[in-house]
């Protein structure tokens, strides 16, 4: 966690000096601050490498070519 709270502290900080809301980096800042200051600093946060698809009763969030799907405007 104490990488988590390393890496999103700065692309946290320039979203805000840009002036760019920043509030779901800020939120997610504060959740591995919290688990951090809660003794577990030295734990990994695993990588996310599949989502679960339909198969597994998630939905799909790419099209074929890999790109997101773009739902067609009313």
């Known amino acids: 966690m104490d ?3 390393k890496d999103a502290e ?3 900080a320039a979203a ?3 002036g760019a809301a920043a ?3 800020a939120a997610g800042l504060a959740r591995f601050r919290r688990t951090a200051d809660a003794g577990h600093g ?3 946060m695993p990588p996310r ?3 679960p698809g339909p ?3 998630g939905t799909r969030a790419h099209g074929p070519e890999g790109s997101l799907r773009r739902t067609p405007a009313p």
């Open 49 to 51: 490498t599949s989502w």
């Open 42 to 44: 030295d734990k990994d």
């Open 10 to 12: 700065p692309v946290v």
């Open 55 to 57: 198969a597994r009763g």
């Open 3 to 5: 990488n988590s709270v």
């Open 23 to 25: 509030d779901l980096g």
């Open 16 to 18: 805000e000096s840009a």
